[in-house]
């Protein structure tokens, strides 16, 4: 079965500063790998994701990941942080058999100005 | 607006009610999902539908019915409450159950079970 993991539960970083937030992945074929970020009270907004090719890949407000077969890793990075990228961000593996995401548990990012 | 959209909001309600959920999407998508977030903000996925049949149902206890009438709309029906089902619930939307289409969500509906 699959399943994802966000060692970190907080991240907090300042206003400006690089941010990387991880996420690793046990999954037996090709995964289908996703960051969404949730916002106080809100829904989740999809910030990228990756199927095949280039292994870095470009999301909205200024967000990339890198996906890394060897270390079952998918990070995402920013370079420079916004206060208002405070969130929670979610990396998930999606799955045939009914389009299932599994999520990971989160990791909460607070910035300081 | 194109959007997924849940009522209630809010719901708060006394152990042993039933009470629904309702989700619609205007996206003209297939594929509807309900998804659990727990009070540590785990994401468990409960049920998928698509074209109006379940697909998925992650071991749910069947005092949770979802009801799909028609591709854009899929209701969550959760009968004799208990503490426990406390959480927010979300509503997502996709084009297909292929693994590359994206997932729309809901705004969410928080439901608190006294």
């Known amino acids: 079965a699959q399943s994802v993991t966000q060692p970190d539960i907080h991240i907090t970083v300042s206003e400006g500063a690089s941010l990387e937030l991880r996420c690793n992945y046990s999954y037996g074929a090709t995964p289908y790998l996703f960051w969404y970020v949730q916002s106080p009270g809100q829904g989740l907004q999809l910030l990228l994701k990756?199927?095949?090719?280039?292994?870095l890949v470009q999301g909205i407000k200024g967000f990339e990941a890198e996906f890394k077969r060897s270390q079952s890793s998918f990070n995402l990075r920013k370079p420079s942080v916004h206060w208002s990228d405070a969130a929670e961000y979610f990396c998930a593996v999606g799955t045939g058999g009914g389009n299932k995401l599994t999520f990971g548990t989160g990791t909460q990012l607070k910035v300081e100005l | 607006d194109t959007a997924v959209s849940q009522t209630p909001k809010y719901l708060v309600t006394q152990m042993g009610n039933d009470k629904s959920i309702k989700c619609e999407q205007n996206l003209g998508h297939d594929t509807m999902y309900w998804y659990k977030q727990d009070s540590k903000k785990f994401l468990k996925i409960m049920f998928s539908y698509n074209n109006k049949e379940l697909i998925i149902n992650e071991t749910v206890p069947n005092r949770f019915s979802p009801k799909s009438p028609d591709k854009a709309h899929l209701n969550l029906h959760i009968n004799s409450l208990e503490l426990g089902d406390s959480a927010v619930y979300f509503c997502?939307?996709?084009?297909?159950?292929?693994?590359?289409?994206?997932?729309?969500f809901g705004p969410g509906t928080r439901l608190t079970v006294l």
């Open positions: 997502a939307s996709s084009r297909g159950t292929r693994a590359d289409n994206e997932q729309f």
């Open positions: 990756y199927f095949s090719g280039d292994t």
